[in-house]
């Protein structure tokens, strides 16, 4: 059975545009139902101001309600050097840096362009080399941006050449706003397969256009094993207009193991986690298939 990796980004993407702000306290809480459910990889917070996204104040003390998370890969979200810094000294091992398909995310999201966003990459990975920190790379507005409107394929493809050739762990595909459709996802993470491997890409899809899984049935058959997805469907950007929940991690780990794909997570364990997103926030949606699979647990 070929084993499949779900990096649960409820914590941190699911969390930045809820209306309700948790306490550090209980996305602990959250972080570990997850972990208790058998997520090996969990986006835990991420190091950036403040002022900008108020849901993650607290980081550092997240990644302190977590020092007894063993094995699990925490990783945290980082715009820049200084949000680099912060994490690594709070003690994250894992970070993750994002670039843009568009100008217009880029100036949205870091008020950078997109060179700008990619000369902080580079270095930041040139320092996590040095402090034996893992990156992974995603790329906002894959796809298509809210404000710049479909995103050219070849941007992606240069960047990952890029981004890969000089040792990034994984590099991720991100449609920020659930606009891309199955075709388009077998196209373009196809072309990074075949050229790269499959083995350090992955993907991150949004549900908006009830396309999600959809779109993660296409990657996987372009040969992607590891996907971002939130727990209880939760998600939205304050910096991507129309960008609504991700795909839900219950709907892709039931899909995934119906196709022989081995997980490792224990769905009732799983949708136990999803309620308490639901209680956190009283907005979680929960996955499509929630009400099918709570029925078959009775």
């Excluded at 990796?5 to 972080?31: S, W, Y």
């Excluded at 941006?145 to 992606?156: E, F, H, N, S, V």
Aim: hydrophobic share 45%; proline share 4%; with cysteine.
């Amino acid at each position: 059975m070929s084993a499949l990796t779900i990096n649960d980004v409820g914590p941190r993407d699911g969390l930045q545009n809820q209306p309700r702000i948790l306490e550090p306290a209980d996305r602990v809480r959250l972080v570990r139902a997850l972990l208790a459910a058998g997520v090996t990889h969990v986006e835990a917070g991420a190091f950036v101001s403040p002022k900008a996204v108020p849901a993650m104040a607290g980081a550092a003390e997240v990644l302190a309600g977590l020092t007894d998370a063993g094995d699990a890969v925490l990783s945290v979200l980082v715009p820049n050097v200084k949000g680099y810094e912060l994490a690594t000294a709070a003690g994250a091992r894992c970070v993750c840096m994002v670039l843009y398909g568009s100008e217009g995310m880029a100036q949205a999201n870091v008020r950078m362009n997109r060179e700008q966003a990619e000369e902080a990459t580079a270095e930041i990975l040139a320092r996590a080399k040095q402090d034996g920190v893992r990156v992974t790379v995603t790329v906002a507005a894959a796809f298509e941006c809210p404000y710049d409107g479909i995103t050219d394929a070849g941007i992606i493809l240069e960047m990952a050449r890029r981004f890969l050739d000089t040792g990034v762990d994984e590099f991720c595909i991100a449609d920020t706003i659930g606009a891309a459709n199955p075709k388009q996802v077998q196209k373009l993470v196809g072309s990074l397969a075949a050229e790269h491997g499959a083995s350090r890409l992955g993907c991150h899809f949004h549900d908006t256009r009830a396309m999600g899984l959809a779109n993660v049935y296409a990657a996987l058959e372009a040969g992607i094993r590891k996907f971002d997805a939130a727990i209880g469907g939760l998600g939205g950007c304050p910096f991507a207009p129309g960008a609504s929940g991700n795909v839900a991690t219950e709907d892709v780990v039931m899909m995934a193991e119906q196709m022989g794909f081995d997980t490792g997570i224990d769905m009732d364990r799983l949708l136990v986690a999803a309620d308490l997103a639901r209680e956190l926030t009283g907005t979680a949606p929960g996955g499509r298939a929630s009400a099918w699979l709570r029925g078959e647990r009775k």
